[in-house]
Every structure is written in structure tokens, then in C-alpha cells.
């Protein structure tokens, strides 16, 4: 009888050792299995917000350029190609200005550089004839300007004198539907808002 409660009792004992000596390798493996699961869990949270985030850049960079091409689309909409057309005679005294420089000029201001729409010079009857076309988001201001020597005798360069085209002829399209005609101009008059120049020498 003492026997059997020996034995019971060494297996008791035997079954505490076991227990105690398990729980800690349980735990051991709980927290393998626990870390790797907080790693993996990390790493695809990482992955998702990366993926995300590439979304996010992609959609932003395709509106950017949507919202880029709809304003270039806008704003060559917006900008009308209109024309303008001058002619005349040109005299000094009783005799033509012949070979003379004249130029039909987009009279741009600010920063923005004048458009030349088109040059030439008077024949041998002292006659020119000018048009030409740009692409503006106002009305163009199209300018006459004249380089010549008449009555200039020794003086350096050349005198400079501006007509100004009035809003009226200036078409809309690339061909002018009417004429802007200065008439016969004797350029011996000193115009007030004449000046010098030395660079269009015909």
C-alpha cells in the first residue's frame, strides 16, 4: 500500500517538473510566434502604405498634367489670329521715295516683344503695300513705321516716323478684309512723334 502512494507521488512530482519545465518553452514558443507575426504584420503594413502612397503620387501626377493640359488647351483657345493691311504713296516734294524701308509692326506692351507681321520697301513710284497676321489674347495694335532720308542732308542714321492702325482694320483670320490706305504723304513734314534710327537702313 505504502508502495502505490509512493509511486503516485513520484508521478505527481515527475508530472510538476514536466508541467513547469513546458510552460516556460510554450511561452518561449508563444513569443516566436507572436514577433513574427508583429514582423510580418510590420512589413506588409510598410508594403501597403507604400503601394498606397504610389497610388496617391500617381493619381496626383496624372490630375497634375490633366489639369496642366486642360489650361494650355484653354489658353491656345483663347489667344484669336487676327491680321492688319496698310498701303500708300510715299513723296518727298514733288518725287517719290523710292527703295524706302517700311514696316507693319504688332505694337505689343510690357515685356512682350513687338510682332513684325510683315517689311518692305516702296517701288518706283514711291507705292508699298504691307499685311500680315500674329495670334494675340487682345486686339492686335498694328504700327506703320518708316525709315527714310528725305530732306535729312548729312545727318546720321535715319528719321523713324510711326502711323498708328486704327482698331477698325484690324480683321479677324490670317487674311486682312480691308486696307488700311494712308494716302500720299509727302515725307518732308518733321512729325512730332518722329525719331532716329540706325539700324534699318535699307
Not at 500500500?1 to 508530472?15: G, P, W, Y
Not at 508594403?47 to 497610388?55: F, I, Q, S, Y
Not at 515685356?111 to 489674347?137: K, M, N
Request: hydrophobic share 45%; charged share 20%.
Amino acid at each position: 500500500m505504502a508502495s502505490i502512494v509512493d509511486d503516485d507521488r513520484l508521478f505527481l512530482f515527475l508530472a510538476v517538473v514536466a508541467f513547469c519545465n513546458l510552460v516556460p518553452l510554450v511561452a518561449f514558443f508563444a513569443y516566436l510566434i507572436a514577433s513574427s507575426f508583429v514582423i510580418v504584420a510590420t512589413a506588409l503594413l510598410a508594403e501597403v502604405t507604400k503601394v498606397m502612397r504610389v497610388n496617391i503620387y500617381r493619381k496626383y501626377t496624372l490630375y497634375s498634367v490633366y489639369l496642366v493640359l486642360i489650361g494650355l488647351s484653354t489658353a491656345a483657345s483663347a489667344f484669336r489670329t487676327q491680321s492688319a493691311a496698310v498701303k500708300g504713296v510715299l513723296m518727298c516734294g514733288d518725287k517719290p521715295l523710292v527703295n524706302t524701308k517700311v514696316k507693319l509692326w504688332d505694337n505689343d506692351a510690357g515685356p512682350d516683344l513687338d510682332d513684325l507681321l510683315e517689311e518692305g520697301h516702296t517701288d518706283g513710284q514711291g507705292q508699298f503695300h504691307l499685311s500680315g497676321h500674329t495670334s494675340e489674347l487682345t486686339t492686335i495694335d498694328p504700327i506703320l513705321k518708316i525709315y527714310h532720308d528725305c530732306d535729312d542732308g548729312i545727318m546720321p542714321c535715319q528719321r523713324k516716323v510711326s502711323f498708328i492702325i486704327p482698331d477698325s482694320y484690324v480683321s479677324s483670320g490670317a487674311t486682312p478684309s480691308k486696307v488700311f490706305d494712308i494716302g500720299t504723304v509727302n515725307m518732308q513734314i518733321i512729325f512730332k512723334s518722329e525719331e532716329r534710327d540706325c539700324l534699318n537702313r535699307a
